[in-house]
Nanobody
Framework: QVQLVESGGGLVQAGDSLRLSCAAS????????MGWFRQAPGKEREFVAG????????YYADSVKGRFTISRDNVKNTVYLQVNSLKPEDTAVYYC????????????????WGQGTQVTVSS
């Protein structure tokens, strides 16, 4: 069975950094595009970053471009999201998703989801 398990969230101050991780099991990881979404209270889920199976193509939402970096390790079956210069408006639950059809572009409809990790940024 497919499992995506996020970790690395926490309570930080504005300007701080975090590295979120998403460990995958039950899938042939290097055959899946991966991505990170976030959902703040009262808001719709937002697609913030995606990466193709090879790592050769990535996507970032305008709201995070220049501050967030997505990467993957196909040996460790893990995708990462390095989040720098955090702002209070980055506060959200961050979810990772996986799809065999995702190619690193702006549209991503995951087949599988993780349970999420909370990121809270205080001002």
């Amino acid at each position: 069975q497919v499992q995506l398990v996020e970790s690395g969230g926490g309570l930080v101050q504005a300007g701080d950094s975090l590295r979120l991780s998403c460990a995958a099991s039950g899938v042939t990881f290097n055959g899946y595009g991966m991505g990170w979404f976030r959902q703040a209270p009262g808001k719709e889920r937002e697609f913030v970053a995606g990466i193709a199976w090879s790592g050769g193509s990535t996507y970032y939402a305008d709201s995070v471009k220049g501050r967030f970096t997505i990467s993957r390790d196909n040996v460790k079956n893990t995708v990462y999201l390095q989040v720098n210069s955090l702002k209070p408006e980055d506060t959200a639950v961050y979810y990772c998703g996986a799809s065999a059809f995702y190619n690193g572009r702006a549209r991503f409809n995951p087949t599988y989801w993780g349970q999420g990790t909370q990121v809270t940024v205080s001002s």
